[in-house]
């Protein structure tokens, strides 16, 4: 492409900083869980920006968004871009949203120097790929590409027990579950631009990250019932202590990611539910939820049944039962050697230094890959914080991955 794809960065900062107003919590702090007032309005603004570029929008059965640029043979399948705009609690305002609002400043830049693609250009919201409402990340993008069923995806309750049917009715959003799922050749290539959510640009100096795998993640729900009591009438000697139990698992699980061999195993308790919960009570239930992840996914699976195997040993020893439930354990994720190549080109072509790597969290991409070749474009993020609300993206970075993306997607799409 001769032509350098203007991008109008302030005018895109000052929208992410518009859709990060839109929160159930007070700014600085971004909180968007998926189907609350919050993620509506946020889905309304970002629907209207893109109907303002020309777009065409429609929404699917749970509310998976697609925005169209029209191409000149509208026949062919399609190149997607795209990301989330649902946030945790307590979250920045880039993640996610940078891929949602940078894919379409991506084509806004390629409609003002007047290139027309062949292929339609759409970019994808997904819902829900926060774990937060449901437990479960990636819920719009596992449901697309089939990894998750309907029967499935019925069965999911938030806190309060409402199910994804009673949710998603109250959101607005109809049709049948089955219809989520994407057939093969629905798109011809995908690429998720996001920040690192790691400090190894920032660190080396590096304009971009080229993504050639994505981590494979999988959750091991685990519920340790022992005997409670008063925490000064039983003895140390007869106690069954759940909690007690559950911090032996914990570090069970922390020295089997630290003993895997490579550096891209991880492994994570981020929760940890303590009954009754009271300060002179013995615990008699504790409920771990477990976050494993590596980019190869024997050895991820290698964490998994160390785990499995300390839940053996430790109720035997302690007298406690302990079960497990496996929620998750899905794939790790190649990217396509020729949307790599694209991006390389389009990098260089752009003057932006890049390198490539792997990531270690995982983004819709992972499951968009059972429906159309991926690859994802990092861009840095200062001291590599995300999901916090200090979380920030300089616009000289962001700036950089909405142009190589914009060059991207012209490749992709001619």
Same mark, same amino acid.
């Given at each position: 492409?001769?032509?350098?794809?203007?991008?109008?960065?302030?005018?895109?900062?000052?929208?992410?900083?518009?859709?990060?107003?839109?929160?159930?919590?007070?700014?600085?702090?971004?909180?968007? /869980?998926?189907?609350?007032?919050?993620?509506?309005?946020?889905?309304?603004?970002?629907?209207?920006?893109?109907?303002?570029?020309?777009?065409?929008?429609?929404?699917?059965?749970?509310?998976?968004?697609?925005?169209?640029?029209?191409? $000149?043979?509208?026949?062919?399948?399609?190149?997607?871009?795209?990301?989330?705009?649902?946030?945790?609690?307590?979250?920045?305002?880039?993640?996610?949203?940078?891929?949602?609002?940078?894919?379409?400043?991506?084509?806004?830049?390629?409609?003002?120097?007047?290139?027309?693609?062949?292929?339609?250009?759409?970019?994808?919201?997904?819902?829900?790929?926060?774990?937060?409402?449901?437990?479960?990340?990636?819920?719009?993008?596992?449901?697309?590409?089939?990894?998750?069923?309907?029967?499935?995806? @019925?069965?999911?309750?938030?806190?309060?027990?409402?199910?994804?049917?009673?949710?998603?009715?109250?959101?607005? %959003?109809?049709?049948?579950?089955?219809?989520?799922?994407?057939?093969?050749? +629905?798109?011809?290539?995908?690429?998720?631009?996001?920040? *690192?959510?790691?400090?190894? @640009?920032?660190?080396?100096?590096?304009?971009?990250?080229?993504?050639?795998?994505?981590?494979?993640?999988?959750?091991?729900?685990?519920?340790?019932?022992?005997?409670?009591?008063?925490?000064?009438?039983?003895?140390?000697?007869?106690?069954?202590?759940?909690?007690?139990?559950?911090?032996?698992?914990?570090?069970?699980? *922390?020295?089997?990611?630290?003993?895997?061999?490579?550096?891209?195993?991880?492994? $994570?308790?981020? /929760?940890?539910?303590? %009954?009754?919960?009271?300060?002179?009570?013995?615990?008699?239930?504790? +409920?771990?939820?477990?976050?494993?992840?590596?980019?190869?996914?024997?050895?991820?699976?290698?964490?998994?049944?160390?785990?499995?195997?300390?839940?053996?040993?430790?109720?035997?020893? +302690?007298?406690?039962?302990?079960?497990? *439930?496996?929620?998750?354990?899905?794939?790790?994720? $190649?990217?396509?050697?020729?949307? @790599?190549?694209?991006?390389?080109?389009?990098?260089?072509?752009?003057?932006? $230094?890049? +390198?490539?790597?792997?990531?270690?969290?995982?983004?819709?991409?992972?499951?968009?890959?059972? /429906?159309?070749?991926?690859?994802?474009?990092?861009?840095?993020?200062?001291?590599?914080?995300?999901?916090?609300?200090?979380?920030?993206?300089?616009?000289?970075?962001?700036?950089?991955?909405?142009?190589?993306?914009?060059?991207?997607?012209?490749?992709?799409?001619?």
């Amino acid at each position: 492409m001769d032509t350098q794809p203007p991008i109008k960065i302030d005018g895109l900062i000052n929208e992410l900083k518009a859709l990060a107003q839109i929160s159930e919590a007070e700014p600085p702090v971004v909180t968007r /869980v998926v189907f609350s007032e919050a993620d509506l309005r946020a889905r309304a603004y970002v629907k209207s920006l893109c109907a303002h570029a020309g777009l065409a929008v429609h929404e699917d059965a749970i509310g998976n968004t697609f925005a169209r640029w029209p191409g $000149t043979d509208p026949g062919l399948a399609p190149v997607g871009t795209g990301s989330h705009i649902d946030a945790i609690p307590n979250a920045g305002l880039y993640d996610g949203c940078v891929g949602v609002l940078g894919g379409l400043e991506a084509i806004r830049a390629l409609q003002r120097i007047g290139f027309e693609p062949r292929r339609s250009i759409e970019l994808v919201i997904f819902t829900a790929e926060e774990p937060t409402r449901f437990g479960l990340g990636c819920l719009g993008s596992r449901m697309m590409g089939s990894v998750l069923t309907p029967q499935q995806a @019925l069965a999911l309750r938030d806190k309060e027990g409402r199910g994804l049917d009673e949710l998603r009715a109250q959101a607005g %959003f109809a049709g049948a579950l089955e219809s989520v799922a994407l057939p093969a050749g +629905r798109f011809h290539q995908f690429i998720e631009l996001h920040i *690192e959510q790691g400090p190894l @640009l920032e660190q080396e100096g590096i304009d971009l990250g080229l993504v050639t795998s994505i981590a494979a993640p999988a959750s091991l729900r685990v519920v340790i019932e022992g005997e409670g009591g008063h925490a000064g009438g039983k003895l140390m000697p007869g106690r069954k202590d759940a909690l007690t139990a559950a911090a032996e698992l914990i570090l069970a699980l *922390e020295a089997a990611a630290k003993s895997s061999g490579a550096i891209d195993t991880v492994a $994570t308790v981020g /929760v940890c539910e303590v %009954f009754p919960g009271a300060v002179n009570s013995i615990p008699s239930r504790v +409920r771990l939820e477990t976050d494993i992840r590596d980019t190869d996914g024997v050895r991820r699976d290698s964490v998994l049944d160390a785990l499995r195997s300390a839940c053996h040993d430790v109720a035997g020893r +302690r007298g406690v039962a302990i079960t497990t *439930e496996l929620v998750n354990a899905d794939p790790p994720t $190649t990217c396509d050697t020729a949307i @790599l190549s694209a991006m390389e080109e389009a990098a260089m072509e752009a003057g932006r $230094t890049y +390198r490539k790597m792997v990531s270690r969290a995982y983004h819709d991409s992972l499951f968009m890959a059972r /429906v159309a070749p991926v690859a994802m474009l990092f861009i840095p993020c200062r001291g590599g914080v995300s999901h916090r609300p200090d979380e920030y993206a300089a616009p000289e970075w962001i700036e950089s991955g909405v142009q190589v993306l914009a060059r991207t997607l012209a490749r992709l799409a001619s």
